[in-house]
């Protein structure tokens, strides 16, 4: 069974820092990139970072550039976001995506966890 369990969530204050996690099992988790997206309220799900199955490349949106950096341990099958400088704008649910493949893709996605920037 393929499953992927975000943690790490929670309330902080604006420039303040959380480390996600994405614990991931039931599928070759070495063999997939993985990525975090985010989707605050009322706006689509985004994009915030990918890295590769073996770590050597890793991409951030625009918005989250410079702040936030992702990482991953292939043996602990899990992926990491670390966010630091947290702005209100960050508030947001959370959710890891496993992606393998080009033309046959297998693609996972956890339930999210809810990160809110706030005095």
Known sequence: QVQLVESGGGLVQPGGSLKLSCAASGFAFSSYAMSWY??????ERELAATITSTADSTNYADSVKGRIIISRDNAKNTVYLQMNSLKPEDT???YCKARRGVSVVYEYWGQGTQVTVSS
């Open 38 to 43: 985010r989707q605050a309220p009322g706006k």
């Open 92 to 94: 947001a649910v959370y």
